[in-house]
């Protein structure tokens, strides 16, 4: 860690003269949390529901690249990203410029009642970079469950059918209809339900444990839980190409594209929730792309504005046209604000090489954690697909999961300044959805804090 920081010019789009301002180095310049975050917990605990979680219980002062500057100075190594939007950095010049100039403009019509035409340009962009040549239309929302829940309704209203095709592992949201598609009970379903009788899940073949001769066992299992449930029942299938709260659990080659043929075989419509995995983060623009397969309908959210809310759903033409006038929408779909920072993401995924950046981390994080695999400290597997990366606890014989590994390294992280989740399904993954932008060595810097953390662990995983 070094503490003699120049301002860093850090990602600064061409034709842009701001400056990132917080130096991106790690520093620690108290405890973590610090006294000032500490004063503040007391408060948010006097205030703020239970109900709402906190993995780092530190406050942010200033957040720029890959650097979080906390209220007592400490500059933690950002490797969250915000839960996956702030791709392109907390503070970005292109994505400031565009809200600022928005901002003395207005900041709400409600696009359903009077238009503007940075909500139609985001359609457009969406449209023309979707997979499929065919002709489509989109809308936008502003959360990721909100634009799964209107994926299922769209599946719905033109198939004339109830049911839905899940996955186990899977996370689409905390409404009703989207805690019903997750899989996983707590936190997310506890006390929450009942829950929709029309979600069936299935599972997914992945690495570690499968390999990739079990794809076709897996795809019967996928017709099976259809066939039994009444096939001609099902709207949708809906599927993350990459299940990020699953711990990025990538499905095996050949699984989409056979979840494709099924959806046809079945008159069933397929939905790509790509609200983690897209915008650029897997180093193709959709994680699906990797596997050269094409939803009928595509929900995007997080990366998509880089932080400002909001979502889409894109699809056919004729998919998404088919409901009446007014049979979508809400209050604040599409904000004016949020829209113009999605037109910002947009002008830098398509000239500033965004997709290669992605792609060099995952490479990064590779060359450093493979080493740790099966090397005696309970690493089970690590995956990448560009820069959402998955580290996997667990016993090194059996896979036995180990939830208190991964617990015990992202806890040392937190110590020495490096913000790291865990999730998974069985909460032993340590996920990294880093911002793109953030620059390689402190990237190198924050994997080595994670590697130090998985040295300080005894004895082989169990
Ligand atoms: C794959 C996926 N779908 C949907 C959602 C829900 O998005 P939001 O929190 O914006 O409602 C998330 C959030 O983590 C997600 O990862």
């Keep these: 860690m070094t503490t003699t920081d120049t301002i860093h010019a850090g990602y600064t789009p061409a034709g842009s003269t701001a400056l990132q301002r917080v130096p991106q180095t790690r520093h620690l310049a108290t405890e973590i949390p610090g006294p000032r975050s500490r004063a503040l917990m007391e408060e948010r605990r006097a205030q703020v529901s239970n109900g709402i979680g906190a993995q780092l219980p530190v406050f942010i002062e200033r957040a720029d690249g890959g650097i979080l500057l906390d209220l007592d100075g400490n500059r ?22 565009r809200i600022r100039t928005q901002l003395d403009r207005f900041t709400h019509t409600c696009f359903m009642t009077t238009e503007y035409e940075s909500y139609v340009e985001v359609c457009r962009w969406l449209n023309e970079h979707t997979p499929g040549d065919h002709e489509k ?37 905390r409404t009703h209809m989207t805690m019903s598609l997750t899989s996983k009970s707590h936190p997310y379903k506890t006390g929450f339900g009942p829950f929709s009788e029309d979600v069936v899940h299935a599972p997914v073949p992945t690495s570690p444990r499968d390999d990739a001769g079990s794809v076709d066992s897996f795809l019967e299992q996928v017709r099976a839980a259809l066939v039994e449930n009444d096939a001609a029942a099902f709207a949708a299938i809906i599927i993350e190409p990459i299940l990020g709260e699953a711990g990025c659990l990538i499905p095996l080659p050949g699984f989409l594209a056979g979840l494709r043929e099924i959806a046809d075989e079945f008159g069933i419509l397929l939905i790509a ?27 995007a959210a997080k990366a998509l504005a880089n932080g400002m809310p909001l979502s889409s759903v894109t699809g056919r033409a004729e998919v998404m046209n088919a409901i009446h006038s007014a049979g979508l929408g809400g209050t604040y779909i ?24 992605a792609t060099a981390l995952g490479e990064i994080a590779l060359e450093m954690l493979r080493p740790l695999v099966g090397a005696g400290n309970g690493v089970i597997d690590v995956r990448t697909r560009g820069a959402m990366i998955g580290i996997e606890f667990g016993d090194e014989d059996t896979l036995v999961p180990s939830s208190e590994r991964a617990k015990a390294v992202t806890r040392y992280c937190h110590a020495h300044g490096v913000l790291a989740l865990t999730n998974g399904v069985h909460e032993n993954v340590i996920r990294l959805l880093p911002p793109i932008v953030i620059e390689p060595d402190l990237f190198r810097d924050g994997i080595q804090v994670i590697i130090d953390g998985i040295r300080s662990l005894d004895g082989p995983g169990s």
């Design 273 to 299: 929730d790509e609200v983690q995995s897209g915008m650029g983060r897997t180093g193709r623009i959709w994680a699906i792309e990797h596997e050269g397969v094409v939803p009928d309908l595509l929900v």
């Design 137 to 173: 239309r989109s809308a936008l929302f502003t959360t990721g469950a909100e634009a799964n829940e209107n994926a299922v309704k769209i599946a719905r209203y033109v198939t004339g059918r109830r049911k839905v095709l899940a996955f186990t592992g899977a996370y689409h949201g």
């Design 76 to 97: 933690i190594v950002d490797l969250a990203s915000g839960l996956g939007p702030t791709a392109l950095g907390a503070s970005n010049a292109r994505v400031r410029e």
């Design 334 to 357: 599409g904000n004016p604000l949020s829209c113009e920072a999605a037109l910002a993401v947009f002008e830098q995924i398509d000239s500033d090489g965004v997709l290669e950046r």
